[in-house]
T-cell receptor
Framework: DAKTTQPNSMESNEEEPVHLPCNHS???????IHWYRQLPSQGPEYVIH???SNVNNRMASLAIAEDRKSSTLILHRATLRDAAVYYC??????????????FGKGTKLTVNP | NAGVMQNPRHLVRRRGQEARLRCSPM?????VYWYRQLPEEGLKFMVY????????ESGMPKERFSAEFPKEGPSILRIQQVVRGDSAAYFC???????????????FGPGTRLTVL
């Protein structure tokens, strides 16, 4: 399984943008980059995913480096409800393979009021 | 559309008893995954099932643990003769399938927190 590296923790202030980095230098050409988050005492929640181009949805934006060896999850205006552990996960696009998600330690985001 | 449902939300068992955890996937979803989160640790994949079939059980402990996803009814994760080390949060996720965009997202339930006394 391809590995990702994320900072253990980050802090942000409410209503400010947050940039959560992820390094994945061993990514292969068909690996999708996924982000999930886990709020306290809840199950993980899908945030966003992409392959090569930057992606936007109602929750966040995903900026992918041109060489795909790193990516950044962007929360445009952090709220207290965004305090969670954020996981960057690589998912190979292979037919017939396991669909499992491989979670690392993630980044624990603290949002200050 | 109701999300993934898990029950019970909390389960207390004494050492040696059996634990049965249930997961009802989202409507229309035919793929189910089980993950375990030990205290202060990350989420670990256990097993991936489709209706009536186990596709990947590479994360399942070799003994005492089993999973099924019958044609009718919820998916069941069964732990026999529980030990204190089984105390953890068990999460179920579901997805609609592997075709196109649909395969890319897993929807998680709220989890079952198992405590073994």
């Amino acid at each position: 399984d391809a590995k990702t590296t994320q900072p253990n923790s980050m802090e942000s202030n409410e209503e400010e943008p947050v940039h959560l980095p992820c390094n994945h230098s061993t990514i292969s050409g068909t690996d999708y980059i996924h982000w999930y988050r886990q709020l306290p005492s809840q199950g993980p929640e899908y945030v966003i995913h992409g392959l090569t181009s930057n992606v936007n949805n109602r929750m966040a934006s995903l900026a992918i480096a041109e060489d795909r060896k790193s990516s950044t999850l962007i929360l445009h205006r952090a709220t207290l409800r965004d305090a969670a552990v954020y996981y960057c996960i690589l998912r190979p696009l292979t037919q017939g393979g396991s669909e499992k998600l491989v979670f690392g330690k993630g980044t624990k985001l603290t949002v200050n009021p | 559309n109701a999300g993934v449902m898990q029950n019970p939300r909390h389960l207390v068992r004494r050492r040696g008893q059996e634990a049965r955890l249930r997961c009802s996937p989202m409507k229309g979803h035919s793929h189910v995954y089980w993950y375990r989160q030990l205290p202060e640790e990350g989420l670990k994949f256990m097993v991936y099932l489709q209706k009536e079939n186990i596709i990947d059980e590479s994360g399942m402990p070799k003994e005492r643990f089993s999973a099924e996803f019958p044609k009718e009814g919820p998916s069941i994760l069964r732990i026999q003769q529980v030990v204190r080390g089984d105390s953890a949060a068990y999460f179920c996720a579901s997805s609609p399938g592997t075709s196109g965009r649909a395969r890319n997202e897993q929807f998680f339930g709220p989890g079952t927190r198992l405590t073994v006394l």
